[in-house]
């Protein structure tokens, strides 16, 4: 799955987002909006970590996405 089909599911995603990382709000999920560049950045401002770092979280948790999340 590519980041062009997350925003197309961001409502479904969100609740996946927010078990990966519980730091991150509401807010900060409606303003993510599926946006991999907003979604590293909001990790690394709540996490205080490098960019490099929420990039690489960011990789992480898209390698380990199911085809069966949404089914």
């Known amino acids: 799955m ?13 609740g996946k987002a927010r078990e990966q990382w519980g730091k ?7 303003v993510i909006d599926g946006k991999r560049e907003q979604l590293s950045g909001r990790i690394q401002e709540r996490y205080g970590v490098t960019r490099e770092e929420a990039e690489k979280q960011v990789e992480h ?9 949404f089914n």
């Open 2 to 14: 590519n980041w062009d089909q997350v925003k197309g599911q961001w409502k479904q995603f969100k």
């Open 24 to 30: 991150l709000t509401d807010d900060d999920l409606d």
């Open 61 to 69: 948790w898209q390698s380990s996405w199911k085809k069966d999340w």
